[in-house]
Every structure is written in C-alpha cells, then in structure tokens.
C-alpha cells in the first residue's frame, strides 16, 4: 500500500540554526511532492512545489529535496526563528492527479 | 489574497443528526475537496469533485457523505447521520489545475463535534 511517513516526533531546536524534516513514500511514482505548513486550529498552507526533475528548490530561507531514487524529500528551513515553529506536512499526488495525500507531518519547535 | 471560506467554525451536534458543513472556494477554482483531521492525527482525503460530479473519494466517504456545489459558488459536504467518530476538523480545500503548479488552498476548517 502507499505510504507518506514522517517522523511523528517533535523537532526542537534553537533559534538560527537550521532545521531539517525527512518525508519517505512507498509505493507511489510520484511527479511531483509539496510541502504545507500547518498551524494549531488552522488549516494547512502550501509552501513549496518541486517536481521529479528537479533535485532542490528555494524559497528564501526554505530549501526542499527530492531523491525519487531514495524515494525521500528533505525539507530544509535555514536560519530558523521561533516564528517557523508549526507542523510541516508533506504530501503526494496519486490515482488521477486530484487525490492528494499527506502525511502526519513533523512538528517544529524553534526555541529562542 | 483570494481564500477559502468555511463556516460554521464550529459545529456541535447531536449523535444521529444530519450536518451540513459550508465551504466558499477561490473563484476562479475548479477542484473543490474536503479533508479532515481528526485531534492529533493526519490530515485525511475525504473527496474530490471537478464539473460537478466527484472524481475521487476515500473508504472513509460512505453513504453517509455527500458534497453538493448548489450554485456555483459554494461547496457543501453533508453528513447524513453523524456518529460520534465523526468529530473532527474538517477542511475545505480547491485549487485551480488538476496538477502541476497547482497548490492546494485550504479553508481554516469546521470544528464538528458530534455528542
């Protein structure tokens, strides 16, 4: 069966270094991965795109990943500050590109 | 900015009740979804509905589900007998491609819960 995992367990880390989230996928030839932000009571809000062909993408101080050899996406925030504290959700397109699919989502905690 | 409307906020109803749940998408959206998430776990797929019919539903979207866009601007998913694990938040998302450059843009959710 498909699968989207991330490492349920809070990440916690201090203020301006860097924090980095792992997505695995089994079972899916995904196109292209997205990464949302999710906020408590709140719902999810996109971040970054990056498709099959392409290995990194930026968006100031994000950086994502995408190895579809080791089926995995890094999703990188550089300089964090305690403002990045949220979960970060990742997701997947599968069946006829309307189905997307997320996983748990890693919840990032900046400390100051 | 453009954004996805829900209300109510917050939904409290009595197990075996029916609940619409109401969603305005962006405007000029043509894929229109409703997940949910139930306290502490995943943002789940409900459905997806493109020219008014749905293109894709999950095993959690039985009988007891249906979603209707009345007239053209709004998007409601409609539990027909709710029961008490049907508390959740649940979100209505659209966005305006089936794929590629096409994010989802989520509303900020229904609270429902179910007594």
């Known amino acids: 069966s498909q699968k989207i995992e991330q490492n349920s367990e809070a990440l916690n880390i201090q203020e301006g270094k860097t924090a980095t989230l792992t997505c695995n996928y089994t079972?899916?030839?995904?196109?292209?991965l997205q990464w949302y932000r999710q906020d408590p009571g709140r719902g999810p809000v996109f971040l970054l795109l990056?498709?099959?062909?392409?290995k990194e993408k930026r968006k100031e101080r994000l950086k994502v990943t995408f190895d579809t050899t080791l089926k995995q996406s890094l999703f990188h925030i550089t300089a964090s500050q305690p403002a990045d504290s949220a979960t970060y959700l990742c997701a997947l397109e599968s069946g006829g590109y309307q189905k997307v699919t997320f996983g748990i989502g890693t919840k990032l905690q900046v400390i100051p | 900015e453009p954004e996805v409307t829900q209300t109510p906020s917050h939904q409290v109803t009595q197990m075996g009740q029916e609940v619409i749940l109401r969603c305005v998408p962006i405007s000029n959206h043509l894929y229109f979804y409703w997940y949910r998430q139930i306290l502490g776990q995943k943002v789940e797929f409900l459905v997806s509905?493109?020219?008014?019919?749905?293109?894709?539903k999950s095993e959690i979207f039985d009988d007891q589900f249906s979603v209707e866009r009345p007239d053209g601007s709004n998007f409601t998913l409609k539990i027909r007998s709710t029961k008490l694990e049907d508390s959740a938040m649940y979100f209505c998302?659209?966005?305006?491609?089936?794929?590629?450059?096409?994010?989802?843009?989520f509303g900020n959710g229904t609270r429902l819960t179910v007594t």
């Open positions: 998302a659209s966005r305006s491609q089936g794929t590629y450059n096409s994010p989802l843009h």
């Open positions: 509905f493109y020219n008014n019919e749905i293109s894709e």
């Open positions: 990056i498709r099959e062909n392409e």
């Open positions: 079972n899916y030839s995904p196109a292209y």
